[in-house]
């Protein structure tokens, strides 16, 4: 029996379920009163964009090859960018602070808005500041053609790498009035990342129900496209580690590591949806009688025992707050050269 695509019961109409906001309980991100439609199923096989012949891999953009190349001789930085998402003077200061001491920036939607900057237009910005930039491309706001148009602009844009992630729901976000759009997941976006040349990666969150096929979940995004997997806050190096055994796939694993620099950041860490931290490790910062200090200093450690995993190529500085931008991003550039 051949099981259809669980569009109308997803309500970010996912094929390639699920997605990694799933709650802890088995709960959907958006709906929290429902089960994960996927839940009750095994892993999706990846079959092409709705369930028709994949698009064929371009060749690689002058940029994509340069990263491959790269990812494959020393580990890499890439701190998310701590950025308001609608100030370039932002855009620019963050930039300044982190170009020449982290190897990219993660540029994706900000978590505290759901008006954005194009992704392309942002990229822009970021790498005439003289940073590497790996654009991150949400499914929420766009349908297909804005998506292939986006990818195309990133191609002449010459980005690092395009991170494909379905995105969050209207519903969760500041801006419940817009209609979600969710034309394609982000299995289906990496395919069309792929054949537009890029270097595709995808998020996989290990601690997310359902746990036991989150490995076959990422290898089903690797037949898609993706070459790189940005590894969600999963509890401490050992969890990733057990991860990476579990996938037994050829593919470059960036995790992410949590820079907390004050109970602030600490408070935003602790709202995402399903993320685990160390034992201890929130607690220790809010604790200490220099946060900040404690902070980087076991962000550092952290990094330093995830890059000794064999099969991870970086480390994702993540995290943010809102106000003292800046400030943060200072932290993230001081971390990189303390792993350097």
């Given at each position: 029996?051949?099981?259809?695509?669980?569009?109308?019961?997803?309500?970010?109409?996912?094929?390639?379920?699920?997605?990694?906001?799933?709650?802890?309980?088995?709960?959907?991100?958006?709906?929290?009163?429902?089960?994960?439609?996927?839940?009750?199923?095994?892993?999706?096989?990846?079959?092409?964009?709705?369930?028709?012949?994949?698009?064929?891999?371009?060749?690689?953009?002058?940029?994509?090859?340069?990263?491959?190349?790269?990812?494959?001789?020393?580990?890499?930085?890439?701190?998310?960018?701590?950025?308001?998402?609608?100030?370039?003077?932002?855009?620019?200061?963050?930039?300044?602070?982190?170009?020449?001491?982290?190897?990219?920036?993660?540029?994706?939607?900000?978590?505290?808005?759901?008006?954005?900057?194009?992704?392309?237009?942002?990229?822009?910005?970021?790498?005439?500041?003289?940073?590497?930039?790996?654009?991150?491309?949400?499914?929420?706001?766009?349908?297909?053609?804005?998506?292939?148009?986006?990818?195309?602009?990133?191609?002449?844009?010459?980005?690092?790498?395009?991170?494909?992630?379905?995105?969050?729901?209207?519903?969760?976000?500041?801006?419940?009035?817009?209609?979600?759009?969710?034309?394609?997941?982000?299995?289906?976006?990496?395919?069309?990342?792929?054949?537009?040349?890029?270097?595709?990666?995808?998020?996989?969150?290990?601690?997310?129900?359902?746990?036991?096929?989150?490995?076959?979940?990422?290898?089903?995004?690797?037949?898609?496209?993706?070459?790189?997997?940005?590894?969600?806050h999963a509890g401490g190096a050992e969890p990733v580690?057990?991860?990476?055994?579990?996938?037994?796939?050829?593919?470059?694993?960036?995790?992410?590591?949590?820079?907390?620099?004050?109970?602030?950041?600490?408070?935003?860490?602790?709202?995402?949806?399903?993320?685990?931290?160390?034992?201890?490790?929130?607690?220790?910062?809010?604790?200490?009688?220099?946060?900040?200090?404690?902070?980087?200093?076991?962000?550092?450690?952290?990094?330093?025992?995830?890059?000794?995993?064999?099969?991870?190529?970086?480390?994702?500085?993540?995290?943010?707050?809102?106000?003292g931008e800046e400030s943060f991003a200072e932290a993230?550039?001081?971390?990189?050269?303390?792993?350097?």
């Amino acid at each position: 029996m051949t099981l259809l695509p669980l569009l109308d019961a997803c309500p970010k109409r996912m094929e390639y379920g699920p997605c990694g906001g799933v709650g802890f309980d088995g709960s959907c991100e958006v709906d929290a009163e429902q089960t994960c439609a996927f839940l009750p199923r095994g892993t999706v096989p990846w079959t092409g964009v709705d369930r028709v012949s994949a698009p064929a891999p371009g060749p690689r953009t002058a940029a994509a090859a340069e990263t491959l190349s790269s990812l494959g001789t020393r580990p890499w930085v890439v701190a998310d960018l701590p950025a308001r998402a609608l100030s370039v003077a932002s855009i620019d200061s963050c930039a300044a602070v982190l170009a020449g001491e982290v190897d990219a920036v993660l540029a994706g939607d900000a978590g505290t808005a759901r008006v954005q900057f194009p992704p392309a237009y942002r990229a822009h910005l970021l790498q005439r500041a003289g940073l590497r930039v790996w654009t991150g491309l949400n499914m929420r706001d766009r349908n297909r053609v804005a998506i292939e148009g986006e990818l195309a602009a990133l191609a002449v844009e010459g980005v690092a790498g395009v991170h494909c992630v379905t995105g969050d729901h209207t519903r969760t976000g500041h801006r419940p009035d817009a209609a979600p759009v969710f034309d394609l997941d982000s299995t289906e976006a990496a395919a069309l990342a792929r054949a537009a040349g890029h270097v595709v990666s995808v998020a996989a969150s290990p601690v997310a129900p359902p746990v036991e096929r989150r490995a076959a979940r990422l290898r089903e995004k690797l037949r898609a496209g993706a070459d790189v997997c940005f590894v969600n806050h999963a509890g401490g190096a050992e969890p990733v580690r057990r991860f990476i055994d579990a996938v037994a796939a050829p593919v470059r694993f960036i995790p992410c590591v949590p820079v907390v620099v004050d109970h602030a950041s600490a408070d935003v860490l602790e709202s995402f949806t399903t993320l685990a931290v160390p034992d201890g490790f929130l607690a220790r910062i809010r604790g200490a009688a220099e946060p900040r200090a404690e902070g980087i200093a076991l962000a550092v450690a952290l990094a330093e025992e995830m890059l000794a995993i064999p099969g991870v190529v970086g480390v994702n500085l993540s995290g943010g707050r809102d106000g003292g931008e800046e400030s943060f991003a200072e932290a993230q550039a001081e971390i990189a050269r303390r792993l350097r």
